[in-house]
Structure formats: C-alpha cells, structure tokens
C-alpha cells in the first residue's frame, strides 16, 4: 500500500482528495495492484466538517518525517514555502508531484536534479495544460523527435476573453468583468492578461523539449490588455481571429526563440477553431510533423486528474527515478528577436502616401483602410519602420509557422 500525502486543500487539492476516492480501485490496477492510501492533507485552516477530519495536520514535519509517506502532492502554489517544502522532501527520499507552474519553471532544474540524485521523482504534468497530457507525451512519445516548433493556447482565461470579444463583440474590459463573475478569472488577473501565467508554461514546454533552462524572465512577454474591439473586428473582416500565443521556435544550432504574444491567424487554422476557456497545444517534431493536443486547461477536476495520475506514475516507479530532468546551460540559448521573423498587421492613421513610403517595397500590402500587412520582418526592422510612421494604433504579428508555409 502506497501512503501519499496532500499539500494543500484548496480547488486542486480537494480534487485531488475526491478522486483518489472516487477512483480507489481504478488506482489501484493502474498503480500495478499497489492501493493509493491517503494519510495526511497539509492545511492551515480548520476543516471541522469534513468527513476525514483527522487526516488534516497543520505541521510539515508530520508528512517529511513519516516514511511510511512515499509520494506527495504539491498543489499549494506560490514559491514559498512550496520551494522548501518540496526540496526537503525529495533530499529525504519522497517522491513530489505538483500543478505549481511557478515554482516548475523558476526551480525545476534544482528540483529534478535532486530527484535524480536520490533516485525518487517530481512529476509536474498538471503544471501545463490543466488535464491535457502534455508532458508525459513530450518526455516519452516524442523522444525519437527533434521539436521544432511549439505553440499553444495556454491560458483559458485570455482565450475566453477573446473569444467574448470575437463572437459577442464585447469589449476586452466587458469580456473581462464577465469572465471574473464567471469564476474564470481572478479579482486580481494581471498573471493571465498580461501573459505571465502563459509565459511560466511556454518556458516550462521550452526547458523539457530542449533538455536546457530557459528562463521565463528571458521570454518577451505581452498580454492581451492592448486588443481592442476594433483590433478584433480588422481581424475577423479579413478571415482571422486573434489569440494569446506562447511560441518556442528551436533553432539548428542550439537556441530558441520563444515569445508570448497576440497573434493572428486563419480562421481556418487548428487554434483559431479553441475556444472558452480551453487550452490548445501544437507542436512540430521533425520525424511526427504537426501534433495538437487540446482540452481542459484548468479546473478542479481536470487538473487535479493530472496530478493523481503523476502520484500513480510515482508509486508505480517508486524504486527509480524516471529522469525527467533539464540542465542550466553554460552560455545563454535565447535567440536574439532578430533570429525569427513574422509577419505584422499594422492600423495607423498616416496617409496613404507615407505608409507607400515606407512600406512600398515588395511583399507589402496596404489595403484602402490604411492598414500594412508586413512582409516577414526581424524585431529591429519592425521597430525602425514603427518609428518612422506618425502614429500607431495598433501592430499585431501573425502566427508564422502555419499561416506562413514556406517562411
């Protein structure tokens, strides 16, 4: 029997309880006959009315010290003290899974190399895409490829925000309001709109398909605070719709370029079809070619079905570690913004004969509303040509590797 514990009893830990549960005899034959048995739940507040009640401690020590405890959830989230909690556990030779995205993509290569050391495991598949398998699949399946490209819808609460603005036409400050009285966004939504949450996720996706640290603080990061009605409604008259992308793009050579941003794409394109608040994730290997994974990006339930099948995954592998791991890299791997080049919607309000002067070369098109679609321009081109024109009202890159082909 396989005694594991729970950090945290808020929407992840409590789903976490429910389906261990619920699905006891399920875990059990997927855990090679070895029953999941819950003995403690790490929570500072009182849970009086709950039916387990004495499961709950408010002490650390009682789940690190215990070693009949071989796997815990960590599913408090925030860096402190889910960092030393964690650490400590795994230097005492307890396996750790967890759906904290922050604490995977600022501490993971500490984490996981202590993991290995002490031959135990840390599991974080709920940490990216809520319930979508996306991480087992790249550690395993697509071992026998090089990734190529990675892009992805990873954050439900600007997805449903965009999608209010495109089907409801409502503006990004109504869709907004609705969508935290729908529960999908926080009173406080910085960490989503502004494109933080969707960066931790893009670098954690970056770090596993390179086998190197890439740092989130190194990922060029908008959100969606910009898109306005009008930014939607070009879009949609000229068959696109707009959405919040975290791209990877891993180069011969060794370095990625990676990028959280609005952008634009075909209505006829796999991610311009998800919508609400789920969560979509294309990549290119060089052997499997183009792959999507889509589905619940977030959720009590869905998430937590993430982290419970990394607690099976960890009883099921208790004597070895499954060597997930990615190393920091000697010299910096960030591509400089000039090494990938997309494609721009640009609105200004310039006449018609200075946006002919300075977007008139080939492979331009300014259509009668004074709106340019760029040629693939790198970073510096962009700014040059921006700062050349009176006035900006909005630019916006295309999401190059699917609508571009060739480019």
Sequence with gaps: MAKVAIMGYGT???????????????????????????????????????????????????????REVSVVAEVMGGLHPAYEFTKSLLESGKSVVTSNKELVATYGVELLEIAREKNVNYLFEASVGGGIPIIRPMHQCLTANNILTIAGILNGTTNYILNEMISKGKTFESALKDAQDKGYA????????????????????????????????DISTEGITNITSEDVKVANSRGYVIKLIGYAKFTENGRIYSVVAPMMMSKEHPLAKVNGVMNAIMINGDCVGDLMFYGAGAGKMPTASAVVADIVDAVKHKERSKKIFWEKPDENIMASEDDAKFRYVIRTTDSPEKISDIFGEEGNVIDEQNIIFTKPLGTSELKEKLSKLDSVVSYIRFLEDFDNGDE
């Design 12 to 66: 992840v830990g409590s789903g976490v309880y429910d389906i261990i549960k619920k699905n006891a005899e399920k875990l059990c034959l997927s855990s090679n006959g070895e029953r999941v048995d819950l003995k403690y739940i790490l929570d500072i507040r009182e849970f009086d009315d709950h039916p387990e009640k004495e499961l709950f401690t408010k002490d650390f020590n009682d789940i690190l010290n215990d």
């Design 186 to 217: 926080e009173r406080n939504p910085a960490a989503d709109i502004e494109g933080h949450d969707a960066c931790r996720k893009i670098a954690i996706l970056s770090s596993l398909a390179s086998g190197k640290f890439v740092d989130y603080n």
